[in-house]
Protein backbone atom coordinates (compact mmCIF):
# COMPACT_ATOMS: atom_id res chain seq x y z
CA UNK A 1 0.00 0.00 0.00
CA UNK A 2 1.18 3.63 -0.50
CA UNK A 3 -1.04 5.48 1.81
CA UNK A 4 0.75 6.39 5.15
CA UNK A 5 -0.34 5.38 8.56
CA UNK A 6 -0.43 7.25 11.58
CA UNK A 7 0.40 6.49 15.05
CA UNK A 8 -1.75 6.80 17.72
CA UNK A 9 -5.01 6.54 16.09
CA UNK A 10 -6.15 8.40 18.79
CA UNK A 11 -4.66 11.17 21.14
CA UNK A 12 -6.17 12.93 24.73
CA UNK A 13 -4.36 15.71 26.67
CA UNK A 14 -4.73 18.80 28.62
CA UNK A 15 -4.40 22.24 26.83
CA UNK A 16 -1.04 23.70 26.88
CA UNK A 17 0.05 20.12 26.31
CA UNK A 18 2.10 19.32 23.35
CA UNK A 19 0.51 16.91 21.06
CA UNK A 20 3.20 14.52 18.47
CA UNK A 21 1.74 12.37 15.66
CA UNK A 22 3.62 9.71 14.01
CA UNK A 23 3.39 8.96 10.09
CA UNK A 24 4.78 5.75 8.26
CA UNK A 25 5.11 5.25 4.74
CA UNK A 26 6.39 2.58 2.59
CA UNK A 27 7.39 4.23 -1.05
CA UNK A 28 9.63 7.12 -2.18
CA UNK A 29 8.02 10.21 -2.05
CA UNK A 30 7.99 13.96 -3.67
CA UNK A 31 6.60 15.36 -0.39
CA UNK A 32 4.25 14.56 2.38
CA UNK A 33 1.57 16.91 3.74
CA UNK A 34 -0.21 16.83 6.90
CA UNK A 35 -3.96 18.01 6.65
CA UNK A 36 -6.65 18.28 9.73
CA UNK A 37 -10.10 18.04 9.76
CA UNK A 38 -12.78 19.15 11.88
CA UNK A 39 -15.90 16.97 12.58
CA UNK A 40 -18.45 16.65 9.96
CA UNK A 41 -15.76 19.30 7.83
CA UNK A 42 -13.68 19.29 4.69
CA UNK A 43 -9.41 18.71 5.19
CA UNK A 44 -7.67 21.79 5.74
CA UNK A 45 -4.34 21.77 4.76
CA UNK A 46 -1.53 22.57 7.41
CA UNK A 47 1.69 21.74 6.12
CA UNK A 48 3.65 20.31 2.89
CA UNK A 49 7.63 19.11 3.41
CA UNK A 50 9.49 18.07 0.93
CA UNK A 51 11.90 14.67 0.04
CA UNK A 52 15.13 16.80 0.44
CA UNK A 53 13.72 18.51 4.06
CA UNK A 54 14.08 17.24 7.10
CA UNK A 55 12.02 19.80 9.37
CA UNK A 56 9.52 22.55 8.69
CA UNK A 57 7.36 25.63 10.99
CA UNK A 58 4.66 26.81 10.62
CA UNK A 59 3.34 28.50 14.06
CA UNK A 60 2.89 26.24 16.71
CA UNK A 61 3.55 23.22 13.93
CA UNK A 62 6.88 21.74 13.26
CA UNK A 63 6.89 18.60 11.33
CA UNK A 64 9.97 15.99 10.55
CA UNK A 65 10.79 14.32 7.86
CA UNK A 66 13.07 10.90 7.95
CA UNK A 67 12.92 9.80 4.54
CA UNK A 68 15.40 6.44 5.71
CA UNK A 69 13.38 5.58 7.74
CA UNK A 70 9.73 6.56 5.65
CA UNK A 71 8.50 8.13 8.91
CA UNK A 72 7.16 12.19 9.43
CA UNK A 73 6.10 13.49 12.99
CA UNK A 74 3.76 16.48 13.49
CA UNK A 75 4.28 17.83 16.90
CA UNK A 76 1.62 20.58 18.06
CA UNK A 77 2.79 23.21 20.37
CA UNK A 78 0.89 24.47 23.78
CA UNK A 79 -2.27 22.93 21.86
CA UNK A 80 -5.43 24.13 23.10
CA UNK A 81 -9.06 23.33 23.02
CA UNK A 82 -9.68 24.11 18.97
CA UNK A 83 -6.72 22.10 18.18
CA UNK A 84 -9.25 18.87 19.11
CA UNK A 85 -9.74 17.60 15.04
CA UNK A 86 -8.40 14.34 12.87
CA UNK A 87 -4.97 15.02 11.94
CA UNK A 88 -4.01 13.04 8.79
CA UNK A 89 -0.67 12.77 6.63
CA UNK A 90 -0.73 11.90 2.59
CA UNK A 91 2.42 11.14 0.58
CA UNK A 92 2.61 12.21 -3.20
CA UNK A 93 4.69 9.71 -4.52
CA UNK A 94 8.36 9.62 -6.28
CA UNK A 95 7.63 9.63 -10.28
CA UNK A 96 3.93 10.01 -9.97
CA UNK A 97 1.89 11.69 -13.26
CA UNK A 98 -1.31 11.36 -11.83
CA UNK A 99 -1.16 13.97 -9.37
CA UNK A 100 -3.16 11.67 -6.53
CA UNK A 101 -2.19 11.67 -2.80
CA UNK A 102 -2.48 8.55 -0.37
CA UNK A 103 -3.72 9.60 2.84
CA UNK A 104 -3.61 7.56 6.30
CA UNK A 105 -6.45 7.19 8.46
CA UNK A 106 -5.82 10.01 10.30
CA UNK A 107 -5.14 10.32 14.34
CA UNK A 108 -7.91 11.37 15.92
CA UNK A 109 -6.71 14.63 18.54
CA UNK A 110 -8.63 15.30 21.62
CA UNK A 111 -7.45 18.46 23.93
CA UNK A 112 -9.44 18.99 27.20
CA UNK A 113 -9.44 22.63 28.55
CA UNK B 1 -12.80 25.43 1.27
CA UNK B 2 -14.79 29.03 0.09
CA UNK B 3 -13.27 27.73 -3.68
CA UNK B 4 -15.01 24.22 -3.48
CA UNK B 5 -19.03 23.91 -3.11
CA UNK B 6 -20.38 20.34 -2.80
CA UNK B 7 -23.62 20.64 -2.62
CA UNK B 8 -25.90 19.10 -1.18
CA UNK B 9 -24.55 18.56 2.49
CA UNK B 10 -26.86 15.82 3.63
CA UNK B 11 -28.70 13.58 1.22
CA UNK B 12 -30.92 10.66 1.62
CA UNK B 13 -31.10 7.61 -1.41
CA UNK B 14 -33.95 5.39 -1.78
CA UNK B 15 -33.45 1.86 -3.02
CA UNK B 16 -32.26 1.69 -6.64
CA UNK B 17 -32.34 5.10 -6.92
CA UNK B 18 -29.27 6.96 -8.45
CA UNK B 19 -27.99 10.55 -6.62
CA UNK B 20 -25.42 13.04 -8.04
CA UNK B 21 -23.11 14.74 -5.46
CA UNK B 22 -22.40 18.35 -7.28
CA UNK B 23 -18.57 19.80 -6.74
CA UNK B 24 -17.74 23.06 -8.10
CA UNK B 25 -14.76 24.79 -7.78
CA UNK B 26 -13.79 28.45 -8.71
CA UNK B 27 -9.90 27.54 -8.23
CA UNK B 28 -9.14 27.56 -12.07
CA UNK B 29 -7.26 24.17 -10.72
CA UNK B 30 -7.03 21.45 -13.83
CA UNK B 31 -7.27 18.34 -11.29
CA UNK B 32 -10.66 17.13 -9.36
CA UNK B 33 -10.84 14.57 -6.96
CA UNK B 34 -13.82 12.31 -5.04
CA UNK B 35 -13.11 10.49 -1.99
CA UNK B 36 -15.30 8.08 0.22
CA UNK B 37 -14.63 8.66 3.73
CA UNK B 38 -16.18 5.98 6.10
CA UNK B 39 -15.22 5.86 9.97
CA UNK B 40 -11.95 4.13 10.98
CA UNK B 41 -11.39 4.09 7.54
CA UNK B 42 -9.80 7.56 6.78
CA UNK B 43 -9.92 8.72 2.98
CA UNK B 44 -10.55 6.41 0.02
CA UNK B 45 -9.63 7.50 -3.66
CA UNK B 46 -13.39 6.83 -5.94
CA UNK B 47 -12.47 8.85 -9.38
CA UNK B 48 -10.55 11.69 -10.09
CA UNK B 49 -9.86 13.97 -13.31
CA UNK B 50 -6.46 15.69 -14.22
CA UNK B 51 -8.23 17.46 -17.27
CA UNK B 52 -11.18 18.43 -19.10
CA UNK B 53 -13.06 15.51 -20.58
CA UNK B 54 -10.65 12.87 -18.73
CA UNK B 55 -10.96 10.75 -15.53
CA UNK B 56 -9.50 7.66 -14.25
CA UNK B 57 -10.74 5.37 -11.51
CA UNK B 58 -9.53 5.46 -8.20
CA UNK B 59 -9.37 2.16 -5.69
CA UNK B 60 -12.96 2.03 -5.54
CA UNK B 61 -14.89 3.40 -8.66
CA UNK B 62 -17.30 0.24 -8.45
CA UNK B 63 -21.03 1.94 -8.14
CA UNK B 64 -19.67 5.10 -8.69
CA UNK B 65 -19.96 7.50 -12.16
CA UNK B 66 -18.34 10.99 -13.07
CA UNK B 67 -18.33 13.45 -16.00
CA UNK B 68 -15.91 15.83 -16.48
CA UNK B 69 -17.06 18.07 -18.77
CA UNK B 70 -16.42 21.69 -17.95
CA UNK B 71 -13.29 23.02 -15.71
CA UNK B 72 -14.99 23.73 -13.38
CA UNK B 73 -17.25 20.89 -12.53
CA UNK B 74 -17.34 17.22 -11.45
CA UNK B 75 -20.40 15.45 -10.46
CA UNK B 76 -20.10 11.94 -9.00
CA UNK B 77 -23.04 9.70 -9.12
CA UNK B 78 -24.02 6.97 -6.80
CA UNK B 79 -25.38 4.04 -8.76
CA UNK B 80 -27.62 1.92 -7.80
CA UNK B 81 -25.46 -1.06 -7.95
CA UNK B 82 -23.50 0.82 -4.82
CA UNK B 83 -25.17 -1.49 -2.28
CA UNK B 84 -23.55 0.13 0.71
CA UNK B 85 -23.56 3.85 -0.16
CA UNK B 86 -24.04 5.43 3.35
CA UNK B 87 -20.95 7.23 3.31
CA UNK B 88 -19.01 11.34 3.65
CA UNK B 89 -18.41 12.36 0.29
CA UNK B 90 -15.53 14.78 -0.16
CA UNK B 91 -14.39 16.38 -2.94
CA UNK B 92 -10.97 17.93 -3.31
CA UNK B 93 -9.07 19.67 -6.23
CA UNK B 94 -5.48 20.49 -6.67
CA UNK B 95 -3.20 23.20 -8.80
CA UNK B 96 -0.07 21.94 -11.05
CA UNK B 97 2.93 21.04 -9.83
CA UNK B 98 3.17 19.67 -6.01
CA UNK B 99 0.68 21.79 -4.37
CA UNK B 100 -1.47 20.85 -1.96
CA UNK B 101 -4.91 19.74 -2.31
CA UNK B 102 -8.17 21.81 -1.57
CA UNK B 103 -11.24 20.26 -0.27
CA UNK B 104 -15.08 21.24 0.00
CA UNK B 105 -17.33 20.63 3.37
CA UNK B 106 -18.08 17.41 2.26
CA UNK B 107 -22.02 15.73 1.29
CA UNK B 108 -23.21 13.15 3.86
CA UNK B 109 -25.25 10.39 2.52
CA UNK B 110 -27.50 8.17 3.83
CA UNK B 111 -30.03 5.39 2.58
CA UNK B 112 -33.77 5.63 3.71
Known amino acids: SQQGEEDPQALSIQEGENATMNCSYKTSINNLQWYRQNSGRGLVHLILIRSNEREKHSGRLRVTLDTSKKSSSLLITASRAADTASYFC?????????????FGRGTQLTVWP | DGGITQSPKYLFRKEGQNVTLSCEQN?????MYWYRQDPGQGLRLIYYSQIVNDFQKGDIAEGYSVSREKKESFPLTVTSAQKNPTAFYLC???????????FGDGTRLSIL
Open chain 2, 27 to 31: LNHDA
Open chain 1, 90 to 102: ATDPRGSTLGRLY
Open chain 2, 92 to 102: ATRGRGNQPQH
